[in-house]
């Protein structure tokens, strides 16, 4: 699992399915640059920062951007529903 000690200088944000689970996003500052690492099919994909707010690899793209506002809010299931006032 992608964990702070994967990050040299700490990981800097993470991300937990559950409160309970290991963290299966990790994003930090690796050799001087935004970077992060993502377990996908029990592989550790690493990923760099290629514009603000957005880190990718080949074939994959992460958009990561403030909640709320109207949006759209995502289940871990990957499934969507509105977000309802």
């Known amino acids: 699992m992608p964990g702070p000690d994967l990050v ?3 990981a800097a944000c993470s ?4 409160t309970g689970s290991p963290p299966s996003l990790v994003l930090g500052e690796m050799d ?9 099919s029990g592989d550790l994909v690493r990923i760099e920062q ?4 957005e880190l990718g ?6 958009r990561l951007g403030p ?6 809010r995502w289940k871990a299931s990957g499934r969507n529903r509105s977000r309802r006032p």
């Open 8 to 10: 040299p200088g700490g």
């Open 32 to 40: 001087g640059a935004v970077a992060g690492l993502v377990k996908l």
């Open 50 to 53: 290629t514009a603000p707010g």
């Open 15 to 18: 991300f937990n399915y559950t």
């Open 67 to 72: 909640a709320g506002g109207g949006r759209r």
């Open 57 to 62: 690899t080949e074939g994959l793209t992460i």
